[in-house]
């Protein structure tokens, strides 16, 4: 397969920036499955894949170095469409710059972009992103439950047309943090970021699948005819009232930059709250801090959210809680405190508007658990088919 390298032009004038996909950032951590954000990398090219939700003819690409400690030099990188696995489809290859330089050097804390890439991408196509790092880059940080296969290979491989060299894989993201896309048109308000804990990451969804409910969601917009990025900045774990060295800065801290910093963002969809009721429920190590909150300190973290969103002109969606009864942190107590949380979210009339995924996926037999076809095994995280329900509770006129 011959594999060309075409030298990106930036287009002129300055093109206007589109949601293309996104990820939230964490700091690096173990996690749940193996992942190489603790050691970072050293002479190593990393292969990651994601699916746009919006459509272009130049892309950029966004590095989060948020959590380092040292500055980070990114020795190159490329992006291109995706073939299949880590192969890329010929001749889509594109080097990506940086200020016009093929490597850049990321400041501890900082995020850069690339230079825009002429590279034409449809809705739901997939981009391959390449990041070659020469030198030891610390603990890397990253995006723990991808549900996507990244890739690993030693050296420099970013030309490399044969996927078999990118021999390590791990399902999580490392320093992308975004995706953006221009096809020459103005810019338009109508971006929906879909925000939380591991029900909007996707856990439990097919790997590679493309199968959240973000993705869902994007596709019944498509379907309707009325197309729009959605970007999910969901973090498994995430909590709405405490940060966790594992599962994310809070809710609270993170909305303004995973939510209303995101280009063109119209509206955002929020469900968050399991873990504050859950993890106070059961002693393990990775479920701290985990202090009893009552339902009213989430509804104060909820109108946090409410009032920053309105503030920025942005439309919000609250979720309701999933029924999680048989999940290891079913208690009576947790159970009571998801019943009056979601009881407000429905009643308030706080939100703009109200996704009732608790009703849209609970068992008719037993309310307090999901339904067994949309159970993804622990009693709290739909499968796939939970997962197309969820997206479809949600009031598309509302967005």
């Given at each position: 397969?011959?594999h ?29 499955h ?9 002479d190593?090219t ?8 919006g ?24 992006i291109?469409?995706?073939d ?25 804390g ?31 940080s ?26 390590e ?6 320093y992308?943090?975004a ?24 856990f ?8 959240r409910y ?9 379907g ?13 774990g ?30 955002v ?25 009552t ?43 998801r019943?009056e ?59």
């Amino acid at each position: 397969m011959n594999h060309h390298q075409i030298s990106p032009s930036s287009p002129s004038p300055s093109p206007s920036w589109k949601a293309g996909w996104a990820a939230a950032v964490q700091r690096p951590s173990e996690g749940f499955h193996k992942n190489w954000a603790l050691d970072g990398f050293a002479d190593q090219t990393v292969r990651q894949v994601v699916r746009v939700t919006g459509s272009g003819t130049s892309a950029r690409i966004k590095l989060s170095h948020r959590y380092g400690t040292a500055p980070l030099e990114v020795a190159g990188a490329t992006i291109a469409r995706t073939d299949h696995d880590a192969a890329e489809r010929a001749g889509t290859v594109r080097r990506l710059t940086f200020g016009g330089a093929d490597g850049v050097r990321i400041p501890a804390g900082g995020e850069v972009y690339s230079d825009a890439a002429e590279v034409s991408v449809a809705p739901f196509a997939s981009l391959t992103v390449s990041l070659y790092f020469a030198r030891p880059t610390g603990p890397a940080s990253f995006h723990a439950q991808a549900y996507a296969t990244a890739y690993r290979a030693a050296g420099d491989q970013l030309a490399a047309a044969d996927p078999a060299v990118f021999g390590e894989t791990t399902v999580s993201w490392y320093y992308l943090a975004a995706v953006e896309l221009a096809d020459g048109g103005p810019s338009r308000a109508d971006t929906v970021v879909v925000f939380g804990d591991s029900l909007t990451d996707g856990f439990a969804s097919t790997v590679d699948g493309n199968r959240r409910y973000s993705d869902a969601l994007a596709e019944r917009l498509a379907g309707r005819g009325t197309p729009r990025p959605v970007l999910n900045q969901g973090i498994g774990g995430n909590l709405l009232l405490a940060d966790s060295a594992w599962f994310g800065e809070r809710a609270t801290a993170r909305f303004r930059r995973d939510v209303l910093d995101q280009p063109g963002v119209r509206s955002v969809v929020v469900l968050v709250g399991l873990n504050d009721i859950g993890f106070s429920e059961v002693e393990l190590p990775t479920y701290r801090p985990n202090p009893d909150r009552t339902a009213a300190e989430l509804i104060a973290g909820y109108r946090e959210l409410i009032g920053m969103a309105g503030a920025a002109g942005v439309r919000v969606t609250g979720g309701t809680i999933l029924p999680f009864k048989g999940a290891e942190y079913h208690t009576p107590a947790a159970e009571a405190k998801r019943r009056e949380v979601n009881d407000w979210i429905r009643a308030s009339g706080e939100f703009d508007a109200v996704a009732d995924f608790a009703a849209a996926l609970a068992d008719p037999a037993d309310p307090d658990a999901l339904a067994p076809a949309y159970d993804g095994g622990d009693h709290k995280h739909p499968n796939d088919a939970g997962y197309r329900i969820m997206a479809e509770a949600v009031d598309i006129a509302a967005l």
